[in-house]
């Protein structure tokens, strides 16, 4: 029989293994963006070498078995997403993300509500992420706004991972990796994210860092959509909302922030008056005033009028006539990954790789964030 002394060293040494091993697994950074057939931007066009993570969207959530699934109509592109975008860099990694937008918000509540559903949506997405050799998967619920709901969530994420780590035991497979993409702030409705079950089951979140202001919501005045700080008169802004997940229990490296690749174009009621927060009256351009950082370009050079950054709560905007746009241009998403940086942010997320502008603002990013 062996000493207390010898189990005390061989103890030692299984937990130090054991540490290299889960370190050897963690991701150093996230240079991360979405892409979607919706987009019409083709997979093979885009330069994965700016990026080190890119989430296929989406995935949907059959509402009567509860299963995850991919329509007819993506199978192909995302059977060889992986495949295509490891062409031009074979190190990417790839996450098939499940929902999106205001997509299935009642499904993912019933289905999170019943351990049975739950395993039929796990075992199902499992399997789904493994036959289109994907990397990891993500949820995009957005977003859970009940006490009830909070509670499911977080009870989906815990057996979720314990699945995802019983697979890989299993199959011999690398680990998938497991994200969620949630609201810009722990703090949602005043109820709160199961920040534990987050911290324990998911490998980042991509905190949603955007959409504060929008003519569709918020139609009688122009805003910052992505705001880094607050104005004079407090607000809504990223850093709040990191600042807010920090002070809940999450680590800053479990954090990824999001930056839009889009902006929101406004009405003006007065083309004399055109600065932030300026009377408007509702949306131009597009039926909910969305407009892709590429066309927003072709806006500018079309009417040969100003691109201007405000340093102060790092955002941009242009006009011409009526027409005001609010958008990230490339200083201000310089400064914002430079900021993820010093907070130690994991890294940094994009929606989306379609409505970029010749890889302007996806080459910016990656050279703030550096190697």
């Given at each position: 029989?062996a000493?207390r002394?010898?189990?005390?060293?061989?103890?030692?040494?299984?937990?130090?293994?054991?540490?290299?091993?889960l370190?050897?697994?963690?991701?150093?950074?996230?240079?991360g963006?979405?892409?979607?057939?919706?987009?019409?931007?083709?997979?093979?066009?885009?330069?994965?070498?700016?990026?080190?993570?890119?989430?296929?969207?989406?995935?949907?959530?059959?509402?009567?078995?509860?299963?995850?699934?991919?329509?007819?109509?993506?199978?192909?592109?995302?059977k060889?997403?992986?495949?295509?975008?490891?062409?031009?860099?074979?190190?990417?990694?790839?996450?098939?993300s499940?929902?999106?937008?205001?997509?299935?918000?009642?499904?993912?509540?019933?289905?999170?509500?019943?351990?049975?559903?739950?395993?039929?949506?796990?075992?199902?997405?499992?399997?789904?992420?493994?036959?289109?050799?994907?990397?990891?998967l993500?949820?995009?619920?957005?977003?859970?706004?009940?006490?009830?709901?909070?509670?499911?969530?977080?009870?989906?994420?815990?057996?979720?991972?314990?699945?995802?780590?019983?697979?890989?035991?299993?199959?011999?497979?690398?680990?998938?990796?497991?994200?969620?993409?949630?609201?810009?702030?722990?703090?949602y409705?005043?109820?709160?994210?199961?920040?534990?079950?987050?911290?324990?089951?998911?490998?980042?979140?991509?905190?949603?860092?955007?959409?504060?202001?929008?003519?569709?919501w918020?139609?009688?005045?122009?805003?910052?959509?992505?705001?880094?700080?607050?104005?004079?008169?407090?607000?809504?802004?990223?850093?709040?909302?990191i600042?807010?997940?920090?002070?809940?229990?999450?680590?800053?490296?479990?954090?990824?922030?999001?930056?839009?690749?889009?902006?929101y174009?406004?009405?003006?009621?007065?083309?004399?008056?055109?600065?932030?927060?300026?009377?408007?009256?509702?949306?131009?351009?597009?039926?909910?005033?969305?407009?892709?950082?590429?066309?927003?370009?072709?806006?500018?050079?079309?009417?040969?009028?100003?691109?201007?950054?405000?340093?102060?709560?790092?955002?941009?905007y242009?006009?011409?006539?009526?027409?005001?746009?609010?958008?990230?241009?490339?200083?201000?998403?310089?400064?914002?990954?430079?900021?993820?940086?010093?907070?130690?942010?994991?890294?940094?997320?994009?929606?989306?790789?379609?409505?970029?502008?010749?890889?302007?603002l996806?080459?910016?990013?990656?050279?703030?964030?550096?190697?």
């Amino acid at each position: 029989m062996a000493s207390r002394a010898s189990l005390t060293f061989l103890s030692s040494i299984f937990f130090f293994l054991l540490s290299l091993q889960l370190c050897a697994g963690q991701t150093s950074n996230v240079k991360g963006v979405y892409w979607f057939p919706g987009s019409e931007f083709p997979v093979s066009s885009i330069d994965s070498t700016l990026f080190t993570h890119i989430f296929c969207a989406f995935a949907d959530l059959n509402s009567t078995t509860y299963e995850v699934t991919i329509s007819s109509s993506n199978a192909a592109q995302f059977k060889n997403f992986t495949q295509t975008v490891q062409q031009k860099n074979p190190s990417v990694k790839t996450l098939l993300s499940i929902g999106g937008g205001n997509a299935y918000t009642e499904d993912f509540a019933a289905m999170a509500s019943q351990a049975s559903r739950r395993k039929s949506f796990i075992d199902s997405s499992i399997s789904l992420a493994r036959s289109n050799s994907f990397h990891g998967l993500d949820l995009d619920w957005e977003y859970p706004n009940t006490t009830e709901k909070f509670t499911n969530f977080g009870t989906l994420l815990t057996e979720w991972r314990a699945a995802i780590a019983a697979e890989s035991r299993t199959s011999g497979n690398e680990t998938l990796l497991l994200t969620a993409a949630v609201f810009r702030s722990s703090d949602y409705y005043s109820l709160n994210y199961p920040v534990q079950a987050i911290s324990n089951s998911l490998d980042w979140i991509n905190a949603m860092t955007y959409d504060y202001y929008g003519p569709t919501w918020s139609p009688s005045s122009t805003g910052p959509p992505a705001a880094l700080y607050s104005g004079s008169s407090g607000q809504i802004n990223g850093d709040a909302g990191i600042r807010d997940w920090i002070q809940s229990g999450l680590s800053a490296n479990k954090i990824v922030l999001g930056l839009p690749f889009y902006g929101y174009a406004w009405r003006l009621v007065n083309a004399t008056n055109h600065g932030l927060f300026a009377p408007a009256n509702g949306t131009a351009l597009t039926a909910d005033g969305s407009i892709g950082y590429a066309q927003i370009r072709n806006f500018i050079r079309e009417n040969v009028t100003m691109a201007i950054h405000n340093g102060s709560v790092v955002t941009d905007y242009t006009y011409y006539g009526t027409t005001w746009i609010g958008y990230d241009d490339t200083q201000s998403v310089s400064t914002k990954v430079s900021y993820a940086k010093a907070k130690g942010l994991l890294g940094y997320f994009a929606w989306h790789v379609g409505a970029d502008s010749n890889w302007a603002l996806s080459q910016t990013a990656s050279i703030a964030w550096g190697s």
